[in-house]
């Protein structure tokens, strides 16, 4: 198997998600309010930073059963999709911060009977999942935003990691 290299447009695909986040958490400002209002703005931002988290944790299941189903069905990337498949299962633990595992929606599709076909599918499935996570940043608190961001360029390197794949199987 031929090592793979970085390309240009991965690098500044990673490159673009991180500066994002951090031009985010540069926005961000501490209220020091103490009224019922600031009570309540503080619980209501609490809980759409939760359901935020939620919703990025589950945007990393689905991702990651999807890895688990082109493994599954061509046994032979199994081996290449293993590191890959473990920051993914990082990236849903680190978005639930102690809130317990996310189960993916059910009823995905069946990966493609082809291996090189399944991976290109993946590589797809993976820009769309760092396209979910920049979008969720931009409504992020920091904290949250630097980890999006993190999880969003790390999807964009798997994208071109499985393209690359996905040429050599198919070579």
Do not use: F, I
């Amino acid at each position: 198997m031929r090592r793979t290299g970085t390309t240009r447009r991965a690098a500044l695909t990673a490159a673009g998600a991180v500066a994002a986040g951090t031009v985010l958490t540069a926005c961000g400002g501490a209220d020091a309010g103490t009224g019922p209002e600031s009570a309540r703005a503080r619980a209501a931002a609490a809980a759409a930073t939760g359901a935020l988290r939620t919703a990025a944790a589950r945007t990393s299941a689905e991702l990651l059963a999807r890895y688990d189903r082109v493994a599954e069905a061509h046994p032979g990337t199994a081996a290449p999709l293993a590191p890959l498949r473990a920051a993914l299962r990082e990236h849903a633990a680190a978005l639930t911060a102690g809130g317990g595992a996310v189960r993916p929606a059910a009823g995905s599709r069946t990966p493609a009977a082809d291996p090189a076909a399944a991976l290109r599918e993946l590589a797809a499935d993976a820009r769309r999942s760092s396209a979910t996570h920049t979008r969720a940043l931009l409504t992020a608190e920091p904290e949250l935003a630097r980890l999006l961001a993190s999880v969003a360029a790390a999807d964009a390197v798997h994208a071109h990691l499985l393209t690359e794949l996905a040429k050599e199987v198919a070579a």
